[in-house]
């Protein structure tokens, strides 16, 4: 009869280099991070800078220096820019495992300098009078997001015309987030706000697209095709 | 950070897929127990047992493979079971019979009681120091006894020895998938035989020294399994089972689907009645590599495949129910999305983990390929094998196979009856 023998040592050594590959990955993850939260700084960055140049020039407007067309422009490509780069922010957020303090301050930082863009847009709005029009979404980021598909498609068939600004409503880190639900009487997510219209709860293309239409006929702009159906 | 579910379960399943990945690179890198093989001393007398039940097909070529062995016709004995075939193989073998009178055939008929039988009533006669099992769908090289019997000459405690099976004449796509995968079996089988790991004699000619499976007293007639029972029995009792690349045998591969799915699904039914049924060996110290590694992932690789396909299905099915949805609340309209996509593309933004994973897997099965291939000496582009059919075996037949087991798994939950067929 044989004797039956048990590769111990195979095992461990199997186990030691399985681990070892693991902790490679970990390194690798570690490294990929770090990349991801340069990335996001930098984002964060240029979203500030952008904003800072578009306060300046906004205050030039009076003077006559800076035109409300090319402001309008900038405001526009910025919001763009800046709606395409929180999903960025978002995902590495969720994905975060070892920064993930700092990926929340960052997001923070992010939220602020949008809802200092809201801030801009409405004085620009002032000074130049409407030329689109400012759709603010709270999402739920523990609910399937429809809303916010909705929300991609309207912009998609409005394009640069429809600013669309999103937060987080569970961001509980920032304060302003809950002043802006406050201020906006906001109890039920998704919420959408369409100029002076609050939308509680998930609601239909069809309402947001009526919404968005009697923006657009309210600011005397364009009223573009689309709205031709609703 | 969130973690899911599905996050949980490649994680868990890449660990544990890698380690013995390593495990087994490890055996074949640094191998303790090499098989010694010498010269045949002698010529012992050899019995070659053949049950056949509706093989009008295939009986005379596999009994033409038999007398053409390069073995002395005085030395052979052929023992024909017919297992009450309703077709004409009983006729066939009478008409082999007549036609080789210089060869000792006997043909054995009974009522159809299954192979486990079969194989009885052949053994219960064989008067072979040795004996082989051949399916009738099976045939063998000239050389075969030649190379296997000195396995046993080598150590006495050597029960039985398995040949290289390989699909006969592959036609279809499906049967050069399975032409792929008998080959990677194969690898495997011989990475098992290096740690004393096989569990599985198959059918077509498996050699056994004739009196170990006396004194153990034959064939388990209820299993659907025979030839993955008598290795486990084998194995109980401490005897050794090799496998040897110098003998081929071919074998018929199903040629569709329906037929495959029912093949496999009684093969792995059976290995996971007989896991249970000799589950004492399991993780018992006694039977060292064999109680640790392989009774327990017979098992173990069937519960992955469901984890793994029922998480990935939970989540495309989660995935798909998202995206009709999204489609729904936009009254369908997809030419506007077609129309205004953007392609937005960030690397950072990869999920490298998954990727990784992904790469790392199929690194490791085509590396397995390959190397199964070398180590076979059979050339990737004989029978004009395409990388379509090895692209179907990675991609497609894993995908396949984990139906089989699910299947495996609702015979479980529904208690349905065992089939040989």
Redesign the interface.
């Known amino acids: 009869m044989t004797r039956r023998k048990l590769s111990t040592k195979k095992y461990v050594l199997a186990l030691i280099l399985t681990i070892l590959v693991f902790l490679g990955g970990i390194v690798a993850g570690i490294v990929l991070e770090d990349a991801r939260l340069r990335d996001t700084k930098q984002i964060t960055l240029s979203e500030k800078v952008n904003l800072r140049s578009l306060q300046l020039q906004k205050e030039y407007i009076d003077l006559g220096i800076a035109e409300c067309d090319a402001l309008n422009q900038i405001l526009e490509s910025n919001i763009n820019e800046l709606a395409k780069k929180i999903a960025i922010i978002i995902d590495y957020e969720k994905t975060s495992v070892f920064s993930e303090e700092e990926f929340n301050l960052e997001l923070r930082d992010y939220f602020l300098t949008e809802i200092q863009f809201l801030f801009v847009s409405n004085e620009i709005d002032k000074k130049c009078g409407k030329d689109n029009v400012k759709v603010v979404y709270f999402y739920d980021e523990n609910a399937d997001d429809t809303q916010g598909k909705i929300l991609d498609y309207l912009k998609k068939l409005f394009g640069s015309k429809v600013l669309v600004f999103s937060f987080n409503s569970n961001f509980n880190q920032e304060p302003m987030i809950n002043i802006l639900l406050t201020s906006y009487k906001i109890q039920q997510f998704p919420a959408v706000i369409v100029g002076d219209n609050v939308f509680q709860g998930s609601t239909s293309v069809r309402d947001l697209m009526k919404s968005i239409c009697d923006e657009f006929r309210d600011i005397h702009q364009e009223i573009p095709k689309e709205c031709n159906v609703v | 950070?969130?973690v899911k579910f599905l996050d949980v379960v490649l994680f868990s399943t890449y660990?544990l897929l890698?380690?013995?990945a390593?495990?087994w690179l490890?055996?074949l890198f640094?191998p303790?127990?090499e098989q010694k093989k010498k010269k045949l001393i002698g010529t012992p007398f050899f019995t070659i047992i053949v049950p056949a039940y509706n093989e009008e097909k295939s009986i005379v070529e596999t009994l033409t493979s038999i007398v053409h062995l390069d073995y002395p016709k005085e030395k052979m004995e052929v023992i024909v079971v017919n297992d009450g075939s309703t077709d004409t193989t009983k006729k066939l073998v009478e008409e082999f019979i007549t036609c080789n009178p210089g060869d000792d055939i006997i043909l054995l008929n009974q009522e159809n009681q299954g192979k486990g039988k079969a194989l009885n009533v052949g053994l219960d006669i064989a008067r072979g120091e040795y004996y082989a099992c051949l399916d009738a769908d099976s045939f063998i090289s000239p050389n075969a006894i030649n190379e296997m019997l000195p396995y046993f000459q080598a150590d006495t405690?050597v029960a039985a020895v398995c040949p290289l099976l390989k699909v006969r004449k592959p036609n279809s796509v499906l049967q050069k998938v399975q032409w792929t995968e008998y080959l990677v079996n194969m690898f495997y089988k011989l990475l098992n035989s290096k740690?004393?790991c096989i569990h599985v004699t198959p059918g077509p000619f498996s050699i056994y020294r004739t009196k170990i499976i006396k004194d153990l007293g034959g064939y388990d007639e209820k299993t659907i399994t025979e030839d993955l029972e008598i290795a486990i029995r084998l194995q109980k009792?401490?005897?050794?089972i090799v496998q040897t690349f110098d003998a081929i045998v071919e074998t018929v591969a199903p040629n569709s689907l329906r037929d495959l799915f029912r093949q496999r699904v009684r093969w792995y039914k059976g290995s996971v009645d007989n896991t249970i049924s000799y589950r004492k060996i399991m993780f018992n110290?006694?039977?060292?590599?064999?109680?640790?590694l392989r009774m327990p992932t017979i098992i173990l690789s069937g519960i992955i495949a469901i984890i793994v396909a029922a998480t990935l299905l939970r989540e495309l099915f989660i995935k798909s129910f998202?995206w009709f949805?999204?489609l729904k609340?936009?009254?369908f309209?997809i030419i506007?999305?077609i129309?205004?996509f953007s392609f937005?593309f960030?690397v950072?933004?990869l999920?490298?983990?998954k990727i990784?994973i992904a790469a790392t897997l199929f690194c490791l099965s085509f590396f397995i390929m390959i190397y199964s291939y070398r180590i076979i000496k059979e050339k990737i582009r004989n029978h004009g094998r395409t990388l379509v059919s090895m692209l179907s075996f990675l991609f497609l037949y894993g995908l396949f196979i984990t139906f089989v087991w699910m299947y495996i798994a609702f015979i479980f939950v529904a208690h349905k009856k065992n089939r040989w067929t």
Do not use: C, W
């Open positions: 950070m969130i660990f890698l380690f013995f390593i495990f490890l055996v640094f303790e127990n405690n740690i004393d009792h401490h005897y050794r110290k006694e039977y060292g590599d064999f109680g640790f998202q949805g999204a609340a936009i009254n309209d506007t999305l129309k205004n937005d960030n950072l933004s999920p490298f983990f990784i």
